[in-house]
């Protein structure tokens, strides 16, 4: 076990119990102001208000099927033996205005979706009739109302077709066209705007030289806040310059709803983040009682909320999906319910170390045995090894009181992939 797990250290004064430190940022966090968006752009965001029918939908009788608008009555007694024999009086289709009459002993050819004419109470579907000429053969009686689509059948004018709260997806998007919605109140997708600082980061693509390392954190939170429903963009990155972080951060307040970088917010000579964003607002470092992903920083900047998360990926990981993702959900208006991920009960398949006093988020995969499910560690667990996240199903929650835990213990886990959420 102790070649997985960081070396234990003793933890430095004036710790932030995590639950303490959750609840002061979703203390500080309110919605975005709700505004009116074109249908076309609403996909994605959170519903401001209730949304009303102003009308019934459908919005008149109408055939379910390709086939015949007629009287039930005038099919009373038809069989096979004796079928019914019915003129064909016009013909009916989706979009139809004027509108034949059904008179008694006749029919009219419909489409699905076609109005039901006066005069008819029912529809035979095509496949149950037989044309012959200018009369339609019918050999089975019809229930009245059959086959028919009744006006307010799927929403009457008046009811809540969807609430407050509620994302707005594909199926959303349809209803809001189907009771004529051309603009929808909604809490706007924040703009997450994300900064790299450190004069060792060297993007993608380029030469490393000497001492210096891939800028993988601004990319992964880009993509993480992507996949929390927010939209998000990387800035310039910042060298290790006061000045230049002063710019930088100012910029990056401007343009974002919220901003996050990552490093710079430990202890280090030549951490200036911190020093930085103090001055520019009233942005908190503190040491959050958790591992891994410590050393933070919380608070405005210029106006604007912005976290600082650890240096370490998996640092960085961890507190963007246990800290971050919920207040950027608060903050693009989602119900409580819906701030964190999904969370199982699983059993830990193997015995884990904590350290005391933190809660430990571990990376684990989860299996499906005949007693339930099993979570197994990725691999080493040091806040380096961005492969355990890489792997990982999700989070395994220990909690603070426990400097480990033994085999077949029951642990919360905190899903991380949408396809996992059936096991919830």
Known sequence: MADRFPPDRPNPPGLVPFAEARAAVLDRVEPLPSREVPLGEALGCVLAEDVHAAEDLPPFANSSMDGFALRAADLAGASAERPAALPLAGEVFAGSGRLPTVAPGTAVRIMTGGPLPPGADAVVPVEQAEVDGGTVLLRAPVAERGFVREAGEDVRAGTVVLQRGRVVDAAAIGMLASVGRQAVPVRPRPRVAVVSTGDELVDPGEPLGPGQIRDSNSWLLVAQAHAAGMEAFRCGRLHDDQAA????????????????????????????????????????????????????????????????????????????????????????????????????????????????????????????????????????????????????DGLAVVPEPAAGLPAGTAVEVVLLREDLAWVS
């Open 245 to 392: 972080l002063r710019r930088g951060f100012a910029l990056a307040a401007a343009e974002g709803d919220f901003v996050l970088t990552s490093g710079g917010v430990s202890v280090g000579d030549r951490d200036y983040t911190k020093q930085v964003l103090a001055e520019l607002g009233d942005v908190r470092a503190w040491r959050v009682a958790m591992q891994p992903g410590m050393p933070q920083a919380f608070g405005r900047a210029a106006g604007t909320l912005l976290y600082g998360l650890p240096g370490n990926p998996v640092s960085c990981f961890v507190v963007f999906e246990v800290l971050v993702r919920p207040a950027l959900r608060k903050l693009a208006g989602y119900p409580p319910e819906r701030l964190e991920r999904p969370r199982v009960v699983a059993r830990l398949g193997e015995a884990v170390r904590s350290p005391k006093g933190k809660v430990s988020f571990l990376r684990v995969r989860l299996g499906v045995e005949d007693d339930g499910l099993v979570a197994t560690l990725t691999g080493a667990q040091g806040s380096g090894v961005l492969s355990s996240c890489v792997a990982a």
